[in-house]
């Protein structure tokens, strides 16, 4: 004969058991939501001033640029990936002390959802190689100023043509981007992309 106390006491610990495992299951995607939410507000709200206008998400301009070898690159081209768009200059101190970390990161987030293209307002591409003199592990597009050789006043003279139409006034700025070509965030001045918040908010998007 079976003890009947046991089997109550089996099928009990059964069900409280299962309970638990359910609350696990239910409180485990909205702490990873809170966690991603957190990430990404933590990384927006890092140094710098969330200048742009334009309401967010908002679809992302579309632009083409020419890569070392003066190949045409356009930005729908890696539709369907995340995309970090970063806006920079190689006379821009604040740019070369970024691209450390951005580096670091492009590497150790290297997948096929996700891509760094790098966008420099330079006039040519000597500079931009004596600055990255080991080449990049990321996109590194030219984006010369619009006003390529006319004398002007402003210090915008310096900021490349596509820079600009994006309504940036200095560099380095950022756009995260998502698969459908949306951008996210904007991010002014630099970032330590690197960062487990940094990479936490970049895969969230991706594994949208």
């Known amino acids: ?18 309970a638990v495992a359910g609350m696990f299951v239910w409180m ?35 632009f083409t640029a020419q890569d070392h070898l003066g190949r045409p690159v356009k930005l729908s081209d890696y539709r369907g990936k995340v995309v970090l768009l970063n806006f920079w200059a190689s006379w821009c101190n ?34 931009v190689k004596k600055t990255l003199p080991g080449g990049a592990p990321y996109q590194v597009l030219l984006d ?12 915008d003279d310096n900021i490349g043509a596509i820079a600009q139409s994006y309504g940036i006034k200095a560099v380095p700025e950022s756009f995260l981007i998502d698969k459908k070509g949306n951008i996210r965030f904007y991010l002014v001045n630099k970032r330590d992309w690197d960062t487990s918040v940094a990479e936490t908010c970049i895969q969230s998007l991706v594994d949208e």
């Open 94 to 127: 604040v740019c070369k002390a970024e691209k450390p970390s951005l580096s670091m990161m492009t590497e150790e987030m290297a997948q096929d959802g996700f891509v760094v293209v790098t966008l420099a307002s330079d006039h040519a591409w000597d500079a």
């Open 1 to 18: 004969m079976v003890d009947a106390r046991k089997l109550i006491a089996g099928g009990v610990a059964m069900i409280i058991g299962l």
């Open 28 to 62: 485990t995607p909205k702490a990873a939501a809170r966690e991603t939410k957190a990430a990404c507000e933590a990384l927006r709200s890092e140094p710098g001033i969330q200048a742009w206008k334009a309401a967010l998400p908002t679809p992302a301009k579309d």
């Open 144 to 155: 010369p100023p619009a006003d390529i050789g006319k004398p002007g006043p402003d210090d």
